[in-house]
C-alpha cells in the first residue's frame, strides 16, 4: 500500500459526519469519544502487526489512526503529530515504585518489560498528548503525559509505523523484502526509533551482526527499553551495557532476562 493509498483508507475507514462540538480543541474532544482499550496480557508480535495492518482498535495503531482522522475531520487547522513514545508513564511509575520486595516479583518484572513496548500516540502544536490508556489511570487523562515523546509528520509516522507492521511477518518468509520495507520507513522518517529497532532485529536474524549492532547502538539511549541493553551486552560482551542495564533497573532484571532469554 502506498502512503497515498494509506492515507486514502484511514480516511474511509474512519469517515464521520462532523456534529456540533463542545470542544475547542482536539485533545479534550478526542478524550471524549469511545476508545477500544484492552487490559491484560500484551498481544503477540504477530498478532499484532496484523491487527495495526487492518487498523484494529484495540491496538494503539489503530487508535492512532482514528484519531488523527477524527481531529483532521472535527479541527482542520490545528497541526496534530505522530508520537512516539520514548520513556512511558506507566514505565516510570513502575521504576518509581520499584521496592526490593516487587524487585523479587517476577510479575512485576514482566510488567515493566511490557510497559516498554513500541507504543504510539497523538500529539499536539503545544505538545498536549492523546493516549486513551491514560483514561485508565486518570479521570482527567489529558493532564498525563509520557515524560519523552518523539514527534513525526502526523501521517508520515503513521505510515511509517504501518510500514513496520507490514515488514514483520516476511522476517521468515522474505527477509530482503521485509528489509526493502524497513529502510523505505527510514527513509520517511529517519529519527523513528521502532524503526531502527526493527532494523536491528532484521540484520540480527539474518546474521549480518555488526550492522544489527549499529541500528541497536543509534537506539540505545533514545527509547528506554531493558531488552535493547541486554541484547547489546550479549552481542558485543561489552559490560558498558550490563552496567547501565543493573544501574538503570536492578540487578534482578538482569536475572530475569538471562532466564527467559538465556536459559
Known amino acids: 500500500m502506498t502512503f497515498t493509498e494509506f492515507v486514502t483508507k484511514a480516511r474511509e475507514t474512519f469517515e464521520v459526519e462532523k456534529q456540533e462540538t463542545i470542544h475547542t480543541d482536539p485533545i479534550s474532544f478526542l478524550y471524549?469519544?469511545?476508545?477500544?482499550?484492552?487490559?491484560?496480557?500484551?498481544?503477540?508480535?504477530?498478532?499484532?502487526?496484523?491487527?495495526?495492518?487492518?487498523?484494529?482498535?484495540?491496538?494503539?495503531?489503530?487508535?492512532a489512526v482514528k484519531a488523527a482522522v477524527l481531529s483532521e475531520i472535527y479541527f482542520p487547522e490545528t497541526k496534530m503529530y505522530a508520537g512516539e513514545v520514548l520513556d512511558d508513564l506507566c514505565r516510570t511509575m513502575l521504576v518509581e515504585m520499584a521496592t526490593d520486595e516487587k524487585w523479587n516479583d517476577e510479575t512485576f518484572i514482566a510488567e515493566m518489560l511490557q510497559s516498554e513496548n513500541p507504543h504510539i500516540i497523538l500529539v499536539n502544536h503545544d505538545g498536549k498528548q492523546f493516549d486513551?490508556?491514560?483514561?485508565?489511570?486518570?479521570?482527567?487523562?489529558?493532564?498525563?503525559?509520557?515524560?519523552?515523546?518523539?514527534?513525526?509528520?502526523?501521517?508520515?509516522?503513521?505510515?511509517?509505523?504501518?510500514?513496520?507492521?507490514?515488514?514483520?511477518p516476511l522476517r521468515t518468509t522474505d527477509p530482503e523484502k521485509s528489509l526493502a520495507i524497513l529502510h523505505q520507513a527510514e527513509i520517511l522518517c529517519p529519527d523513528f526509533i521502532t524503526v531502527k529497532e526493527n532494523l536491528a532485529a532484521l540484520y540480527g536474524m539474518t546474521e549480518q551482526f555488526k550492522k544489527g549492532i549499529h541500528y541497536l547502538r543509534q537506539t540505545v539511549n533514545k527509547r528506554k527499553d531493558a531488552k535493547k541493553l541486554f541484547v547489546l551486552w550479549v552481542l558485543t560482551e561489552d559490560e558498558v551495557y550490563k552496567n547501565q542495564l543493573i544501574e538503570q533497573y536492578d540487578i534482578r532484571m538482569f536475572n530475569y532476562l538471562i532466564k527467559m532469554y538465556m536459559p
Open 32 to 63: 471524549d469519544q469511545k476508545w477500544i482499550v484492552p487490559i491484560g496480557e500484551p498481544f503477540r508480535e504477530e498478532t499484532l502487526a496484523r491487527m495495526n495492518i487492518e487498523f484494529d482498535e484495540a491496538g494503539c495503531f489503530g487508535r
Open 132 to 168: 486513551p490508556l491514560f483514561t485508565h489511570l486518570s479521570t482527567k487523562p489529558a493532564s498525563l503525559g509520557h515524560p519523552e515523546v518523539g514527534t513525526h509528520d502526523l501521517w508520515e509516522g503513521l505510515y511509517a509505523a504501518y510500514l513496520v507492521s507490514v515488514a514483520l
